[in-house]
């Protein structure tokens, strides 16, 4: 138990350190060991100093949702680079029928609302422009949709539920 706490204290974020590391040595593109070193020093570094600014990450509720989440999203952004490549190269500019969309939020945990607006962008098509000032509405422009109601219908049921359960909102 000491060990894991002085661990911690060193580490307080393992898997962003382990990632800062991997991130330096492939933008380096020298894998001496040096470079390892460099990372390595970066990765405990950078989560040190920023320790004080981070809260308590929100509690997982269910990690089974999580996982299915991350499946749904790789699919997701799979799916949607095929489809604005056919765009792009097969429509002509004025048959695409750009909008905006208001999308209304039940989620009040910071960091799903953070997550939902990075699926959002993440995904080809669709980009996370502006939150409301009480966080209840989610302004996303898309690239192209056929129906705007659907495509927010969409990104509720497909996303926004599935984070409500990851994160256990919605719940008594």
Known sequence: MRVRASLRRWLPHPAL????????VALQNDFS???????AILGVAIPLFLRPFWPDPPPVRSWRAALAYAAIV???????????AGWVLLRRP??????WLVVPLRLRLPEAIALLAGTITMTPGTVSCD??????????????????????AEIKTRYEERLMRIFGEGEA
């Open 33 to 39: 060991a040096a470079q390892w070193l460099m990372g």
């Open 94 to 99: 004025e048959t695409l029928r750009s909008t």
């Open 74 to 84: 790789l699919w997701d952004i799979t799916k949607a680079n095929v489809q604005v």
């Open 131 to 152: 939150l409301a000032a009480d966080g209840s509405a989610l302004l996303v422009h898309c690239l192209h949709t056929e129906d705007a109601a659907a495509t927010v």
């Open 17 to 24: 350190s382990l990632v800062l590391t991997l991130t330096w």
